[in-house]
């Protein structure tokens, strides 16, 4: 394809005919219009190279370009387009089995298009379940301010930042939140675990109060992302795990980013050695190529759907949900991540990014530094004593020196809460040593010249 055919026509047409997400149109700079891409490097369509240090939203983990995943999914189309899930298919059968390997075992897989859609199922299933106990008041659930759990009513209702949700309130009812276990501003003089404690027990606080026979479930990410990279001290999560086993509340944990390799294990939660009662997971399941998601229940939870001969099973259907050609370029893109130990690959390549950039934190400008896996968030601050956060214009010129240099990165925070200050690392675990050498040189480069 020649990229510099109708460059202006295609942005005159883009400006007229897309609505882009989550994007403001008042001094809107011209879109990046990609056209394609190769291991962690995109081109737009200007002939422009960017290393996408964001893997597109924290999705393309084994990098772009991968032809045989493209493959997978012709071979699936040809053979057999589509079927619904109320029956069966082979490569959902043979996807399902993989997962639950991956998982350490004991999971029934329930496959929908998006990391929303699988949390509105660990929603309804985990109500229903409360119900065919008998215990029909169960309906809350609690997590965490700053999380994000997705864009559909259930699932934004259990995000807690405001600046995506205040527009379009009332959401689904019986989301309560807490605070997330945010290290870095705990209070003068706690430890990092008395303070994670704390946060954990505030969770057991909410069901007492709320009455322990309304919640339903907990749902969080092993590591807060896109609110800003947040990771907890190991006691939190071992903490939320007791809390929730004591008050027979189902644990929920949201694996659409930390899942398939992003944390340096299978899936991010397996770092904290605990187990959830549901799991759900997208991005990095398809790397990308093709909407694909998962709800992951524990058996025991399953068969309590299938007790009783009525009215018991799970009323819930959506068309697409883990068709033929997702889950088959799912296994195949599993199967690259497997042959190619990319795994262990976002461990070292973690590691040796949080060292180099760790030397960043003396710069002024930088409050904290958090890692977890190949994953990171660097906090900007105007003052390290104040921890005042950066004003989001100054952010957004660190942002855009990093893009004219050709690195994209990306930045979390709540703009209504008044703070948009972390900026965000997620490349493709299939980064070369050359590719992450460029991420941090730019990167310093940038910093070096604030
Ligand atoms: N949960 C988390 C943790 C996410 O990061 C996202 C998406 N960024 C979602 C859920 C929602 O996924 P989707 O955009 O596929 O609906």
């Known amino acids: 394809m020649s990229l510099n055919h109708g460059t202006m026509d295609l942005v005159s047409k883009d400006r007229q005919f897309l609505w882009h997400a989550f994007s403001p149109y008042k001094d809107q700079a011209p879109p990046m219009v990609v056209v394609e891409g190769k291991g962690s490097w995109i081109t737009d369509l200007n002939g422009k190279k960017y290393l996408d240090a964001m893997s597109g939203l924290w999705c393309v983990n084994v990098g772009y ?213 549901i799991v759900t997971m997208a991005k990095g399941m398809t790397s990308g190529y093709l909407p694909l998601s998962a709800t992951a229940v524990r058996k025991e939870i399953f068969e309590v759907f299938k007790e009783k001969a009525d009215y018991s099973h799970f009323r819930h259907v959506n068309t697409f949900g883990g068709t033929p050609a997702s889950c088959a370029l799912a296994l195949k893109n599993l199967e690259i991540v497997e042959r190619e130990n990319l795994v262990e690959r976002a461990k070292v390549l973690g590691e040796r990014m949080a060292r180099e950039m760790g030397e960043l934190i003396d710069h002024p400008l930088v409050g904290d530094i958090r890692s977890f896996g190949f994953l990171m968030g660097v906090e900007l601050v105007e003052d390290q004593q104040t921890k005042q956060p950066l004003p989001v214009a100054q952010v957004g010129k660190i942002i855009a020196a990093c893009k004219e240099r050709g690195l994209i990165i990306g930045k979390n925070g709540d703009t209504v809460a008044g703070f948009n200050n972390v900026l965000t690392f997620s490349p493709p675990l299939s980064s070369t040593d050359e590719d992450l050498d460029f991420i941090i040189q730019t990167f310093k480069d940038v910093m070096k010249s604030q």
């Open 65 to 277: 370009g991968r032809e045989e995943l493209a493959k997978a999914a012709y071979d699936q189309l040809v053979t057999m387009p589509y079927y619904p899930l109320t029956q069966s298919h082979v490569p959902a059968i043979r996807l399902a089995e993989k997962l639950n390997e991956w998982l350490g075992g004991e999971y029934v897989i329930f496959f929908s298009n998006s990391g929303s859609d699988a949390n509105e199922v660990a929603f309804k299933i985990a109500r229903q379940y409360h119900q065919q106990n008998g215990e029909h008041s169960r309906y809350k659930f609690i997590s965490r301010y700053r999380a994000y759990h997705g864009s559909s009513m259930g699932a934004l209702a259990a995000t807690g930042q405001a600046q995506r949700k205040y527009k379009y309130e009332p959401l689904s009812g019986g989301f309560l939140h807490v605070a997330p276990p945010d290290s870095y501003r705990r209070p003068e003089g706690m430890t990092e675990e008395e303070f994670n404690l704390q946060c954990a027990r505030a969770i057991e606080q909410t069901i007492i109060w709320e009455g322990r026979e309304t919640i339903a479930g907990v749902i969080m990410e092993p590591v807060i992302t896109g609110g800003g990279v947040i990771v907890p001290h190991p006691v939190y999560l071992e903490e939320v795990r007791r809390i929730c086993s004591k008050h027979n509340v189902l644990l929920i944990i949201d694996e659409v980013i930390c899942g398939f390799g992003r944390s340096g294990q299978k899936f991010g939660h397996l770092n904290f050695g605990i187990k959830p009662d």
